[in-house]
């Protein structure tokens, strides 16, 4: 789960000791807040991304764990131009989406699906976007819009991007969650019946969990993704995220064994929870900047 950039504590409630919970295979996660949506392009904060882009989705790179090195995930390896303005990403073989009671994939993931992403989020005369109208904050302030000159598919498991400028952090930008991988087959399913719109409702990933239900600021669902690519990553068979904005209830749950998970505990309750011997309290650096900014203008 992404920290919080003031005190960087991830509290864990039996992970490791708790024969029942090793044996029920859930994990529940108290969520600090209600995402906006599950169509990861469209947000910027932690709260969204954990809930649509971590969970259900993958990029064409990820980030090492607890890095910030990019390295592959639904492209394998990638191959970088002398001049450092071309970009081919080899895909990965085998991946498949997320079957739901609303979408049945008839085909793996392939160099369509990376097209219909990142050409969505470049052309505002997209079919799709101007059926849901939609803005991607992350991609255009980062100022992608304006140095992807284009992207181009030379056969179905391998996309290459063009772009006008050197952008030396150009695949690590590309594994930041805003670039998750949408289905090219379920978007244009949704565009055939008129209701574009549920691609932020009713998501479909490829990642290591399946979307089931969701109830505003109460509890997201999640099962575990049987087909996921790497098997190996997907430890549990139900996610819950049960959603409390008041951190003092969200550590209540956690000593109570309600949730196993929690995040942005107070700082002031710090020194007592990591004196609890039934909860660990893993801290790291975190990479945001904080800065307060005067505004001079009258």
């Known amino acids: 789960m992404r920290m919080s950039p003031l005190c960087k504590a991830l509290l864990t409630a039996g992970l490791l000791t708790s024969a029942s919970f090793a044996q029920a295979s859930n994990l529940v ?116 819009d304006q140095n992807i000159a284009k992207i181009e598919k030379t056969d179905d498991k391998t996309v290459v991007f063009t772009l006008n400028a050197v952008d030396a952090a150009f695949v690590q ?27 932020n409702q009713q998501p479909i990933g490829t990642g290591p969990f399946v979307f089931s239900r969701y109830q505003k600021d109460a509890v997201i669902r999640f099962k575990g993704n049987k087909e996921y690519w790497a098997p190996e990553q997907v430890k549990i068979d139900n996610l819950i995220f049960s959603i409390n904005t008041d951190t003092s209830v969200r550590t209540q749950k956690l000593r109570a064994g309600e949730c196993h998970v929690t995040l942005n505990p107070r700082p002031a309750d710090l020194q007592g929870l990591q004196a609890d011997k039934n909860l660990s309290v893993p801290t790291e650096p975190g990479y945001n900047l904080g800065y307060i900014a005067y505004n001079i203008w009258p």
């Not at 991304?49 to 990820?62: G, I, K, V, Y």
Request: with cysteine; aromatic share 16%; proline share 5%.
């Open 173 to 199: 930008n590309l594994a930041m969650s805003f670039a998750a991988v949408h289905s090219a087959e379920y978007a244009d399913q949704l565009l055939k019946s008129g209701k574009a719109s549920q691609i």
């Open 29 to 144: 996660y108290c969520s600090e807040g209600s995402p906006g949506g599950f169509d990861p392009g469209l947000y910027t904060t932690g709260t969204d991304f954990d809930a649509s882009s971590e969970t259900m989705f993958n990029r064409l790179a990820e980030f090492e764990r607890g890095g910030t090195k990019a390295q592959p995930s639904l492209a394998t390896s990638w191959d970088i131009s002398e001049d450092g303005l071309t970009y081919t990403f080899h895909l990965r073989e085998g991946v498949k989406f997320h079957s739901t009671d609303y979408f049945k994939p008839t085909r793996d993931f392939n160099a369509d699906d990376v097209l219909f992403t990142f050409q969505r989020m470049l052309d505002r005369d997209h079919p799709f976007r101007k059926a849901y109208p939609s803005e991607f904050p992350y991609f255009t302030d980062m100022g992608l």
